[in-house]
């Protein structure tokens, strides 16, 4: 059983980072997908980014230049390191595992954690 667990969000200005942690225990395949998405009441859960078992990347257009995920194979941990952070960027981050090829579509996501909050203040 896949569980993942999110950590590090909280409350910064706009302009500021932050930089949130998901651990994966449990995945045994040498193929897969680990994405970030994020959800504010009322709508759809978003894709973040993503990177795959080859280190392939993809990010929403709305993050594109400013968000980078990484991966920690070994400690099997997943990066988000997010810089110039506006309020539009305030909601609930998950982080959630799928296979290649890389995707952000959130139905294609299962293993979902609790979620970390991210408040961006004007």
């Known amino acids: 059983q896949v569980q993942v667990a999110e950590s590090g969000g909280g409350l910064v200005q706009a302009g500021g980072s932050l930089r949130l942690v998901c651990l994966v225990c449990?995945?045994?395949?040498?193929?897969?997908?680990l994405g970030w998405f994020r959800q504010v009441p009322g709508k759809a859960r978003e894709g973040v980014a993503a990177i795959d078992n080859d280190n392939k990347t993809l990010y929403g257009d709305s993050v594109q230049g400013r968000f980078t995920v990484s991966l920690d194979n070994a400690r099997k941990t997943l990066y988000l390191q997010m810089d110039k952070l506006k309020p539009e960027d305030t909601a609930i981050y998950y982080c959630?595992?799928?296979?290649?090829?890389?995707?952000?579509?959130?139905?294609?996501?299962?293993?979902w954690g609790q979620g970390t909050q991210v408040t961006v203040s004007s």
């Open positions: 959630g595992s799928s296979l290649p090829p890389v995707t952000i579509r959130a139905p294609d996501y299962g293993y």
């Open positions: 449990g995945y045994t395949d040498n193929f897969y997908t």
